[in-house]
């Protein structure tokens, strides 16, 4: 709901729990008021009435209250909005006229020719908030950045940041630690999301995991970008986040141009960080992942069984057994297409490899469908081999400064998407590929950073550090209309490229290259706080873990690990014994049963993976499931109780797995013992209110 009050300039939007409130003062500045739990209008007006500190010399009176601080004038904080014409920098701006539009705010002010439009929404509880940048002329404006939005906190003593770091196979681990003075910057320079940081923060001051404030930020870009959270000298907090790293150029507008930026999207959940998960998960199954009311099916991914060794045979006999165990998305990997028989050649070069598949693609997707599964093949379109016939056809189409040294990582180079030959010839070759068999799924890969993000002969070559990423994404929109019935996976070396940009053009996304299933719990585990198990692919791989460590643990241990998110298995099935191919299918089965209330479920975190004991619950109507994990077992120390969530106490419950009846009361407050022991022991429980 959006309300607008009698002055004209006080709005007021307003969540089933929440509200958020901005005022235009009679200076025309653009003052935040109030962003909590639900408050009337009147409060909202209220809020308005207060005065503004005073200003003097040495500290603005709009900082820190300021919905969008611009460059320019008596403000010291962060600008979120920075431009410059051949004559002058910065903006002052007036206030022109508002919208109310589908319960949509758009606040429309003007600087001489540059139209700056401020938008907010809120969906559920979350507001979405952008800009747009339209050049009326006559002047060229250059935005040397634009941030979606700056978001302000109401006042309180002790703030405390959460936020996901990580690195390649490492990616998402939880740190929580207090604000000081000064500034906190997450990014990414690297040209996409990264691994290094999620794009997203949270901050409370005394929240646990079910109660107290929250307030959560997310931004949906896929590139390079930037998150400052800043505690300003009189103690407030604004966090300040967009497009782009620096502020160095993000693009030129010239007259009659216009520019959008992604949407930053943030929260308020009184419900703690468990709550605020859970809105964040509601929000992107409803507005922002496609088709999310449809249940991610089982996959098999070929890649760690095959690495690049792959044959056409092989893979008949891994779909065969993958078919067996229930599997309903067989998908090959890298390795099927131009000379790719290792990492040195063929990016780029997207025709089946004539060796492998003599008959390109069709035959083994039609054995694949004839086997009852779904047909996937990995691409990773935005890179190209130096060894490859694109390479030798268009050196040109790469990243590049002119007169420097090319950086191969992974023997491989970043092409120009920003260049309209290079997005027609990627359209031709994915919108043949997809035409050319039937295939239902695409594993989209990106695997290494940008370095040399150079375009000889462009005149304003840093924008194609923006303009790679909207490439990008309109790319994936056109092919997604001309194939519709095609799911896109985002994988960059594994959990490089998750945000909600992506998220609203791809069904699912690849979590983390670490596959072994206890580093994948705290993986998860930071996962969670602002994506949904809907969107989160884990796969079951062979013991000892081949990639990290040689990690041994029981079929039942890797499978529970991975039934908290889109169960998929990537273990070599051709090795599996006959005992352990009749374990997996009764997993996959009974993954199948769980499955609506794991990936549409709300999730509660019972305990996080320390050592010990850790679970997630999910609950669905009235079905609940809980996985639970024993990492390690002391003498002594029997594993607690685990107190569940999301129940109704006056209810009871019925397990499924031991036919007891469990009072809901007793669960909530009690618990219950999930019977776990030894190291790495895992479990499943089912419950329905009866
Ligand atoms: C990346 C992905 C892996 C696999 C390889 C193939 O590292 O994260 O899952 O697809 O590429 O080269």
């Known amino acids: 709901m959006l309300q607008t009050a009698d002055d004209g300039r006080t709005w007021l939007l307003t969540g089933p729990t929440s509200g958020y409130a ?110 747009t940048l339209d050049n009326r002329g006559p002047d060229a404006v250059e935005v040397l950045r634009a941030d979606s939005a700056t978001w302000t906190l109401p006042d309180r003593e002790g703030w405390r940041l959460s936020q996901l770091h990580g690195r390649w196979a490492a990616e998402s681990r939880l740190v929580r630690t207090g604000l000081t003075y000064g500034e906190k910057v997450l990014g990414s320079r690297r040209g996409h999301t990264g691994h290094q940081h999620l794009p997203w923060v949270a901050l409370d001051t005394d929240a646990g995991e079910e109660h107290g404030e929250v307030y959560g930020c997310a931004l949906g870009w896929s590139g390079s970008w930037r998150i400052a959270v800043a505690q300003l000298p009189d103690a407030r907090v604004q966090i300040t986040g967009g497009a782009g790293y620096d502020d160095s ?57 095959t690495g690049f060794d ?126 050319s068999a039937p295939i239902d799924y695409v594993k989209w890969d990106f695997n290494r950073c940008f370095t040399d993000a150079g375009w000889p002969g462009e005149p304003y070559p840093q924008r194609l550090w923006a303009d790679h990423v909207r490439a990008l994404y309109a790319l994936l929109d056109r092919l997604r209309t001309a194939h519709p019935r095609v799911a896109f996976e985002s994988c960059s070396g594994g959990g490089g490229r998750i945000d909600l940009g992506i998220l609203s053009r791809t069904d699912q996304v690849w979590t983390s290259d670490n596959t072994d299933p206890l580093d994948r719990l705290a993986i998860q585990h930071g996962f969670s706080h602002i994506h949904p198990a809907r969107v989160m692919a884990a796969w079951v791989t062979d013991s000892p873990n081949t990639m990290l460590g040689g990690r041994v643990s029981s079929l039942r241990f890797r499978f529970v690990s991975a039934m908290a998110g889109v169960l998929g298995v990537g273990g070599d099935l051709t090795r599996w014994t006959e005992e ?73 419950y019925a397990c499924r797995e031991t036919g007891e009846v469990h009072r809901g009361a007793v669960l909530l407050h009690h618990g219950m013992h999930t019977g776990l022991r030894g190291d790495l022991d895992a479990a499943v429980v089912r419950l329905c209110r009866i």
């Open 22 to 131: 901005v005022h235009l003062t009679e200076h025309g500045e653009l003052r935040h008021l109030h962003w909590g739990p639900r408050i009337e209008l009147a409060d909202a007006e209220a809020l308005a009435a207060r005065p503004l500190p005073d200003s003097w010399p040495f500290e603005s009176a709009l900082d820190g209250h300021e919905e969008y601080p611009v460059e320019g004038g008596p403000r010291f904080v962060r600008p979120a909005l920075s431009v410059r014409t051949a004559e002058r920098r910065g903006t002052e701006w007036a206030f022109e006229t508002y919208e109310t539009k589908g319960g949509e705010l758009r606040l429309r002010f003007r600087d001489s020719g540059l139209g700056i439009t401020l938008h907010h929404r809120m969906r559920g509880d979350v507001v979405e908030r952008w800009v």
């Open 249 to 305: 150029g993000l693009l030129r507008l010239r007259a009659g141009e216009s520019y959008t930026t992604p949407v930053f999207a943030g929260l308020w959940s009184g419900g703690g960080h468990g709550g605020a998960s859970r809105t964040w998960h509601a929000y992107q199954r409803t507005y922002v992942v496609p088709d999310a009311d449809r249940d991610r099916p089982v996959l098999y991914n070929s890649w760690e069984a």
């Open 310 to 435: 792959i044959s056409e045979e092989r893979q008949r006999a891994l779909a065969r057994r993958a078919a067996a165990i229930g599997v309903e998305l067989f998908v090959v990997d890298d390795g099927w297409f131009g000379a790719r028989t290792s990492d040195r050649a063929g990016l780029g070069d997207w025709r089946p490899n004539p060796d492998r598949f003599p008959g390109g693609l069709k035959p083994l997707a039609d054995h694949v469908h004839g086997l009852g599964m779904e047909f996937g093949i990995w691409v990773e379109p935005e890179m190209v081999n130096p060894d490859s016939d694109l390479y030798r056809a268009h050196p040109d189409w790469v990243q590049h400064q002119p007169g420097r040294r090319r950086t191969e990582f992974r023997h491989q180079l970043v092409l120009n998407l920003a260049r309209e030959d290079v997005q027609e010839y990627l359209w031709e070759q994915l919108d043949g590929l997809l035409s």
């Open 580 to 652: 352990e191919l009749a374990e997996a299918r009764d997993w996959i089965a009974l993954y199948k049963e769980i499955r609506p209330v794991v990936q549409r479920g709300g999730l509660y975190r019972l305990r996080p993976p320390r050592g010990g004991l850790s679970a997630v619950q999910y609950v669905l109507g009235d079905e609940t499931v809980v996985l639970a994990w024993l990492q390690a077992q002391h003498h002594g120390e029997p594993p607690p109780a685990l107190r569940l969530r999301g129940l109704d106490p006056a209810s009871s």
